[in-house]
């Protein structure tokens, strides 16, 4: 499995890109949504962020993004539906992740994905 993560300003958003792909042929129990009103006393986004960035600095630059929206993640069977969940988070607006850009669209997230296919 690849895992592809997308942080969306707002739930509707994140929404409207999960309902999305699972129209179009992937399966619900592969989709996860999270808010920061689902952390109420742990640190689970910081803690998933970590997994995935050996630096902390990194690590605590997407947690901080994902705290203060939603985050989906999908867990994608192959490369090409790894490409088309990052298409369609882009396309549903998900948020620039790199801190030095001044666009909002995301194409960053491709290098979640490549740093997921590092830990295989």
């Known amino acids: ?13 994140a929404d409207e ?3 999305y792909l699972i129209a179009n042929n992937f399966e619900s ?3 996860d949504i999270h808010t920061h009103a689902d952390e109420p006393e742990t640190d689970r986004i910081g803690n998933f962020f970590s997994h995935f960035f050996e630096n902390e600095k990194e ?3 997407y947690a901080s993004l994902g705290r203060n929206g939603s985050i989906v993640t999908i867990h994608a069977a192959s490369t090409r539906e790894a490409q088309e969940a990052v298409d369609v988070f882009n396309q ?5 992740v790199d801190a030095s850009a001044t666009d909002t ?3 960053v997230i491709d290098q979640i ?6 830990l295989k």
Do not use: P
């Open 29 to 31: 129990e592969n989709i």
């Open 17 to 19: 890109a999960s309902s």
């Open 113 to 118: 994905v490549a740093q997921d296919m590092r």
């Open 92 to 96: 549903y607006g998900a948020i620039e």
């Open 1 to 13: 499995m690849i895992t592809v993560i997308g942080i969306f300003e707002n739930l509707e958003l």
């Open 59 to 61: 690590a605590t630059h």
């Open 105 to 107: 669209r995301s194409l």
